[in-house]
């Protein structure tokens, strides 16, 4: 049970260093657009919908590989006691790490390790 709790701490960390990385960079970008008329977005709304938007990508790049391969996966996968899609849990883990490891390998070229 303990480990469970873990685990789901562990990942909802992971998420909230990616969103907030994901909100540094946008930040720097400058990337809001205030035009009249159009809603109000903020940085944490980017960042979520970046982050949802790139697991998403991720999952369909993902799905075209397995159905060209013709590998068999398991249809569920329990983590924690969620049940999710192997592709999907995969995905997301993988669009929550990018903007971390990209900033580590920023750091480690710029020597600020």
Known sequence: MLGKILLVLMIAV??????????MLL????????????????????????????AGGIYL?????????????????????LSMQPLAFLALALAVLQPIIKQLLVRIRKGNW
Request: zero cysteines.
């Open 27 to 54: 930040k720097k970008r400058n990337v809001l657009d205030q035009v009249p008329d159009a809603p109000i977005s903020s940085f944490m709304s980017e960042a979520l919908a970046q982050l949802v938007g790139v």
């Open 61 to 81: 790049s993902l799905i075209m590989l397995i159905s060209f391969l013709e590998l068999e996966i398991p249809h569920r996968i329990t983590v924690a006691g």
């Open 14 to 23: 992971a998420v909230g260093l990616s969103v907030w990385q994901r909100i």
